[in-house]
């Protein structure tokens, strides 16, 4: 017959609770993440075969892009600055998107910018003197919405006039960077499953070599390769 002792369960230390706890969150973070994130990377990984296949017949979307003018009745905007007059047409022509700024303004009378939205741009020529405003729009299929998303950011580094002035575009760039920093915690959780599996270790081991040998050729060994 069993002791008292022997019939209560051992406690765990506070240490072994604490690994255990971590691990159960570390699986959770990593696979609810993968989930959330599958479609963006997904979408990221098609968008980048395109990129680097842009001879591909049936994702062909410039070629195929559909281009019309229209030519609209405004009222010059009252507003000071550039933008606030970009803003003042669109409202009147019922545009949206972000606000590209394609030359400079050097006359007073009229002003030319592009709304942009992901695969389809209206370049906005104003006449304000003559109180009208001619449009060009130009949409690509979804294979050129899908190639755009990937390099879609609404700033340009070498041109200070163009910032994000569109919501959606601050909320896609926000996702991208949720994205960047989702993968780098999936990556690191993935090395702590791995670590604690003692028998994966070498292999573990062989194809996280392979990985940094590759990595680093692009990264640092070019450099050293071609001078």
Not at 9 to 34: Q, V
Not at 57 to 64: D, I, L, S, V
Request: aromatic letters at 14%; a positive charge; hydrophobic letters at 45%.
């Amino acid at each position: 017959m069993s002791s008292v002792i022997d019939q209560v369960p051992l406690r765990k230390p506070p240490s072994r609770r604490l690994a255990d706890t971590f691990e159960i969150w570390n699986r959770k973070l990593h696979y609810y993440l993968g989930l959330y994130f599958l479609f963006f990377l997904w979408l990221f990984a098609f968008s980048g075969l395109l990129l680097n296949h842009s001879s591909w017949k049936f994702a062909q979307f410039y070629p195929n892009r559909k281009v019309s003018k229209v030519e609209r009745s405004i009222q010059p905007p009252t507003a000071a600055t550039d933008m606030e007059q970009a803003r003042d047409l669109m409202r009147q022509l019922g545009i949206h998107g972000e606000i590209e700024w394609t030359a400079p303004r050097s006359d007073a009378g009229r002003l030319d910018f592009r709304a942009t939205k992901p695969a389809h741009f209206e370049d906005i020529k104003a006449d304000f003197k003559q109180g009208r405003a001619a449009i060009e729009i130009t949409e690509y299929n979804v294979w050129g919405l899908v190639r755009v998303l990937h390099t879609f950011t609404g700033v340009r580094r070498n041109d200070s006039r163009n910032q994000r002035d569109w919501i959606l575009t601050t909320v896609w760039a926000l996702s991208m960077d949720a994205l960047a920093g989702g993968i780098i915690m999936m990556v690191f959780s993935s090395f702590y499953m791995w670590w604690v599996l003692k028998p994966k270790r070498i292999l573990g081991l062989v194809a996280l070599g392979m990985g940094a040998v590759v990595c680093g050729l692009f990264v640092f060994g070019l450099r050293w390769i071609y001078p």
